[in-house]
């Protein structure tokens, strides 16, 4: 079965302050992904990053970066000098290769980024 | 591109009656739809999966009688919560997913946030 945990359930940071967000996954497929999602107070959620299993490498998106390491089956988020537009919730995901069936999302992680 | 779209944003209605939800892909043509729900201060559940054209399959312990799924186009899925209930008030999202690359993956709708009084 699929299932991803995020052990934080809130954090609190001051802004400019670096914060990560862990999200430890398990799954019995060979191939699958990995998303990050936003959801800010409004409820929509926004999309943040996909990996692929087969890609290890870490990637930097701004102030974003993530840290995909199989070995430990995580898919760390951190954000680089946190800002309070960063508040919001955020959900990692993971899906098996046809982006439908079993598409699970993790308890998320509530990150307050405060002035 | 890949925008899904719901209508209505936020509803409320007395308990007892019915709602209709909608989920649209604007620009591309989504073969499967699900319908997640999000209760205060939690993650999202599947709720049920839409295929166009067929029944939709529901997650463990979700009512189909309940919750009905309508996936009548490929633009369109409908859902409609029948008698509802407080305990229904909840945030819904749908997302849709399309044939092929590059809409293939999952697209979220923004959600409607249902209150139930």
């Known amino acids: 079965a699929q299932k991803v945990t995020q052990a934080q359930t809130e954090i609190s940071v001051v802004e400019k302050e670096d914060v990560t967000l862990d999200c430890v996954y398990e799954?019995?497929?060979?191939?699958?992904?990995l998303f990050w999602y936003k959801q800010p107070p409004s409820g929509e959620l926004v999309f943040l990053i996909r990996?692929?299993?087969?890609?290890?490498q870490n990637e930097i998106s701004g102030r974003y970066s993530w840290n995909f390491q199989k070995s430990t089956s995580s898919f760390n988020f951190t954000i680089t000098a946190s800002q309070v537009v960063d508040s919001a919730v955020y959900f990692c995901?993971?899906?098996?290769?046809?982006?439908?069936?079993?598409?699970?999302f993790g308890p998320g992680t509530r990150l307050s980024v405060l002035p | 591109g890949a925008v899904v779209s719901q209508h209505p944003s936020w509803v409320i209605c007395k308990s007892g009656t019915s709602v209709k939800i909608e989920c649209r892909s604007l620009?591309?043509?989504?073969?499967?739809m699900f319908w997640y729900r999000q209760f205060p201060k939690q993650s999202l559940m599947l709720m049920a999966t839409?295929?166009?054209?067929?029944?939709?399959?529901?997650e463990q312990g979700v009512e189909k009688d309940k919750f009905l799924i309508n996936h009548a186009s490929l633009t369109l899925s409908t859902l409609t919560v029948t008698s509802a209930h407080p305990e229904d008030s909840s945030f819904y999202i749908c997302?849709?997913?399309?044939?092929?690359?590059?809409?293939?993956?999952?697209?979220f709708g923004p959600g409607t946030r249902l209150t139930v009084t």
């Open positions: 995901a993971l899906s098996d290769p046809f982006y439908g069936q079993n598409f699970v």
């Open positions: 799954t019995r497929d060979t191939t699958y992904y």
């Open positions: 620009d591309f043509q989504a073969t499967t």
């Open positions: 990996r692929n299993s087969f890609d290890e």
């Open positions: 997302s849709a997913r399309g044939r092929q690359a590059p809409t293939y993956e999952q697209y």
């Open positions: 839409s295929n166009e054209g067929s029944k939709a399959t529901y």
